[in-house]
């Protein structure tokens, strides 16, 4: 079974890369643009967990202004544009880390060949913030579980897939702290999980 997901993880790495790496067609759907109010909202959630704070307040304050924004929220977690646009990229510094997206960088990262060796040092800030935008988000789509189950769509699911993520988070924060190479792995293999878990069910 690991080795099945392993697989697949690096199918979905190599297709995600080359969707990122702009050979599309003239067919493609338009850049991702993050609405700079949501852009905002997860930058100063994110920047609170940094600091120890509780955002439950705000994610629901959020939640009550973006019911139907989920999508363009997600997209936070897309590959950062050249020009600022896309989603929030990986540290302050665009086009430093090769993907510049957090989704595409874990898949990337825990694919066979990375296209560049993290550092827990010199990367280690960054790597924090990767949790922190992570335990925002978690805290933000945790108020989208459906109200009901239907079909295989289980609002325990969802919630899960949202505690996974915050614990998934914990652990990157730990394994920088700890300067644990081996740690790092299995915090973005857990993280990378968390939101593949939720996908495969809700994708749609």
Known sequence: ??????????????AVVVLWSGTGTADDPPPIVVP???REAVTKMADAVGKGEKIDKDAAAFFKGHEKDLKKTMWVFKPREE???????????????????????????????PNMQLDLKKHGADLNRIADVALAMAEITDHYAPAKKVDDKDPAIWKSSTAEMKKAAAEL????????????????????????????????
Not at 92 to 99: D, I, N, V
Not at 183 to 201: E, I, Q, Y
């Open 83 to 113: 020009d600022g646009t896309g989603g929030l990229g990986v540290g302050p510094e665009p086009r430093k880390y090769k993907p510049d997206g957090i989704e595409v960088l874990l898949y990337n990262q825990l694919g066979p060949r």
């Open 36 to 38: 700079k109010d949501i």
């Open 1 to 14: 079974m690991q080795r099945r997901t392993l697989s697949v993880g690096a199918g979905l790495a190599l």
């Open 173 to 204: 924060k730990a394994a920088v702290k700890a300067e644990s190479k081996e740690d790092l792995k299995k915090a973005l293999s857990n993280l990378s999980a968390s939101c593949s878990h939720c996908h495969s069910v809700f994708r749609d």
